[in-house]
């Protein structure tokens, strides 16, 4: 049953020419293989789950974003039940298997699709799999592990009409292929967990790669972070729009380490597709100041230092998502469980950040009012004349805070395993 096809024409690879030109033969090098990866001594615990890593890539610091997903994957559950087959969970890219893993023993997941391309890795996968039962008290499987590329799966279910409740798809780079076969692998309503890490995209330096794979020129901002998650909310919309589905963000993680963009998504059907929070951010170099432009506006994009005038301090990048980055709903159901599971705290034993308090950040991050981008609170101590003390600012922003002229929200410390979007918001 979960064999993949073989027979359809777009799952084969290209066929060589049989008569190929002499003067076009191309020299190949032997490619060296990669070693079977087999369970070692090296054993890891998130959350009371144990698992080994081997020598596979594994990266501690992602455990925040595991525990996102698996928050999400047992709301699902309770919400939904997932359907009549109960929750199905595709992991595309599962590495050691640890996220496959932790969607069973944790996220209520009946069944768990751990597929990896290195084949490799299947010793090791299997290993830590193996810490739950492969099969139901009914005698139906609960995991199995392949070993394709992950297009190829994403567009085999698609073809076979075997759709999942939640698509985790953890892709390396700025590699946006999985965006549309990842929703056509998604259900009606169901939730797909995409992944970005080109920093360098992000932040402005590779335009051009940028615009390849998310259709967005991205220029350098001081708040790159938050462009980051943008660019990749924007991409998906681009994708969903064109095979008539619609995408809602729930939340937007970003993590310092790599740097990391994932974000969830709920994918739903719907042609009559709403753009206007897919547009145009600007920013000035001269003043800092940040504005959101739609598609109508183009002709009209300015600062107002410059009293309107076309100015070559103010840089656009785009299209990108300008809407929330998170659904303030969802994140209180998320943080109402995590409490209930005794995750919302860090409890000094390794296990990651206070959740609780990024929850909470999200929350306010939510707010549809607040603008694009934010001003970090060094810059604003640049500028602070001498003999003023910083601390001395803080009751007026409070109130100001109130009338929601301007809005402080907290920076949290480089230390920690987050990054939060937004520190000091503009006026909206």
């Not at 290195?118 to 995991?143: Q, Y």
């Not at 469980?337 to 034993?349: F, I, V």
Request: hydrophobic residues 35%; positive net charge.
């Amino acid at each position: 049953m979960f064999a993949l096809s073989s027979v359809h024409p777009i799952l084969l690879p290209h066929p060589l020419n049989p008569n190929p030109s002499p003067r076009r033969i191309r020299r190949t090098r032997t490619r060296t293989r990669r070693r079977t990866l087999t369970p070692t001594s090296s054993r890891e615990a998130e959350r009371g789950v144990e698992f080994e890593t081997g020598d596979s890539f594994f990266r501690r610091e992602s455990a925040v974003g595991r525990d996102l997903g698996v928050l999400s994957a047992s709301l699902l559950r309770r919400c939904c039940g997932g359907g009549g087959g109960g929750l199905r969970v595709l992991d595309a890219m599962c590495g050691c298997g640890v996220r496959a893993l932790r969607y069973l023993a944790q996220g209520g997941a009946d069944f768990v699709w751990a597929n990896d391309a290195f084949e490799g890795s299947r010793p090791l996968v299997l290993a830590n799999l193996a810490r739950e039962p492969r099969f139901s008290t009914l005698g139906e499987r609960r995991w199995v592990v392949t070993h394709f590329g992950a297009n190829r799966v994403l567009a085999d279910c698609y073809l076979r009409r075997e759709f999942f409740d939640l698509v985790d798809v953890d892709s390396f780079g700025s590699d946006s292929s999985f965006l549309r076969s990842g929703i056509a692998a998604v259900k009606i309503g169901g939730l797909l967990y995409v992944t970005s890490t080109c920093g360098r995209s992000s932040g402005g330096h590779r335009p051009r790669c940028s615009l390849a794979s998310y259709g967005a020129y991205v220029r350098p901002v001081p708040y790159s972070n938050e462009i980051g998650l943008r660019m990749l909310l924007g991409g998906a919309l681009r994708e969903a729009a064109a095979v008539g589905f619609q995408i809602t963000p729930l939340f937007s993680y970003y993590s310092y380490h790599a740097p990391v963009f994932r974000v969830m998504l709920q994918v739903s059907r719907g042609k009559d597709h709403d753009f206007s929070h897919y547009g145009f951010i600007s920013y000035c170099k001269l003043c800092g100041h940040s504005q959101t432009y739609s598609w109508d506006e183009l002709g009209q994009i300015s600062c107002p230092c410059r009293n309107g005038e076309v100015s070559s301090s103010v840089v656009v990048s785009g299209p990108l998502w300008t809407g929330p980055l998170h659904d303030a709903a969802y994140l209180s159901d998320m943080l109402r469980l995590a409490t209930e599971w005794g995750w919302a705290y860090t409890d000094g034993k390794g296990n990651g950040v206070d959740l609780e308090k990024l929850l909470n950040l999200m929350i306010e991050e939510s707010d549809p009012l607040l603008p694009s981008g934010y001003i970090k609170l060094d810059e604003v101590c640049l500028n602070v004349p001498m003999g003023i003390n910083l601390t001395s600012l803080l009751s007026p922003i409070d109130r100001l805070q109130a009338e929601r002229e301007l809005i402080l929200l907290p920076s949290p410390p480089s230390s920690t395993a987050y990054e939060g979007c937004a520190t000091l918001l503009r006026r909206t």
